[in-house]
C-alpha cells in the first residue's frame, strides 16, 4: 500500500505569516495533487505535479514536487483567512492516495 | 468541466432504513468512480471503486453488503447505505475519473453528502 505522510497535520497562524506543508512518501507516484477542502464540500483540485523537481505558483501559493517524485510541499505567503481548510496531497494512482491532511487555521 | 454533481448533500435516516447517495458527472462520461467516506477533522478513506458496467471494487474492511454501490451508467453511480446504523453517520464523497492531457486523467469530486442516522 502506498502511503502518504502529511506534516503537520494541524496548524495555526496568524494573518499574513508565511507557512510550509509537506507531503512525504517512500512510494514514487507519476504525478501528485493538491486540494483544499472546506467544511461540508467536497476536496477541489489545486495543482497536479508531474515533473520531478517541477515548481508552480497559483497566487500566493507555491507548490514543489521532489526530484525524485517522492515528495512534494506546499508553501503559503502572507497567509489570510480565507486559507483557512484541509489541505490534501493525493499520490497519482486509481484510486487516488491520500495523505491524512493539513488542518489549516488563518486567524485576523 | 469534469463537474460532478452529488445528491443529496444532507439526509437524516431512521436507524434500519436504507438510504441512496447519487452522483452524476454533468459533462463527461465517468467509466470510472470511486466512493470516500470522511470522519471528522479526518482525511478521505477509500470505500470502494465503481466501475461503469461490472461489479465494484470494495477496500479492505468495507461491508459489501451493507454499501450498495451501482453504476448502471456512464453518467451515474449511486451508493446505497442498507439498514444504516448511527454509527454510519459519516460525511460521503465521490469522485470521477476524467481524461486529462500530460496526466492522462484527473479527478473531480462531488460536494459530499452528510448522513446523519438517528
Known amino acids: 500500500t502506498q502511503l502518504l505522510e502529511q506534516s503537520p497535520q494541524f496548524l495555526s497562524i496568524q494573518e499574513g505569516e508565511n507557512l510550509t506543508v509537506y507531503c512525504n512518501s517512500s512510494s514514487v507516484f507519476s504525478s501528485l495533487q493538491w486540494y483544499r477542502q472546506e467544511p461540508g464540500e467536497g476536496p477541489v483540485l489545486l495543482v497536479t505535479?508531474?515533473?520531478?523537481?517541477e515548481v508552480k505558483k497559483l497566487k500566493r501559493l507555491t507548490f514543489q514536487f521532489g526530484d525524485a517524485r517522492k515528495d512534494s510541499s506546499l508553501h503559503i505567503t502572507a497567509a489570510q483567512p480565507g486559507d483557512t481548510g484541509l489541505y490534501l496531497c493525493a499520490g497519482e494512482n486509481t484510486p487516488l492516495v491520500f495523505g491524512k491532511g493539513t488542518r489549516l487555521s488563518v486567524i485576523a | 468541466g469534469a463537474v460532478v454533481s452529488q445528491h443529496p448533500s444532507r439526509v437524516i435516516c431512521k436507524s434500519g432504513t436504507s438510504v441512496k447517495i447519487e452522483c452524476r458527472s454533468l459533462?463527461?462520461?465517468?467509466?470510472?468512480m470511486f466512493w470516500y467516506r470522511q470522519f471528522p477533522k479526518q482525511s478521505l478513506m477509500l470505500m470502494a471503486t465503481s466501475n461503469e458496467g461490472s461489479k465494484a471494487t470494495y477496500e479492505q474492511g468495507v461491508e459489501k453488503d451493507k454499501f450498495l454501490i451501482n453504476h448502471a451508467s456512464l453518467t451515474l453511480s449511486t451508493l446505497t447505505v442498507t439498514s444504516a446504523h448511527p454509527e454510519d453517520s459519516s460525511f460521503y464523497i465521490c469522485?470521477?475519473?476524467?481524461?486529462?492531457?500530460?496526466?492522462?486523467?484527473?479527478?473531480?469530486f462531488g460536494s459530499g453528502t452528510r448522513l446523519t442516522v438517528v
Open positions: 505535479v508531474v515533473t520531478g523537481g
Open positions: 469522485s470521477a475519473e476524467y481524461p486529462v492531457e500530460k496526466t492522462n486523467y484527473g479527478y473531480t
Open positions: 459533462d463527461f462520461q465517468a467509466t470510472t
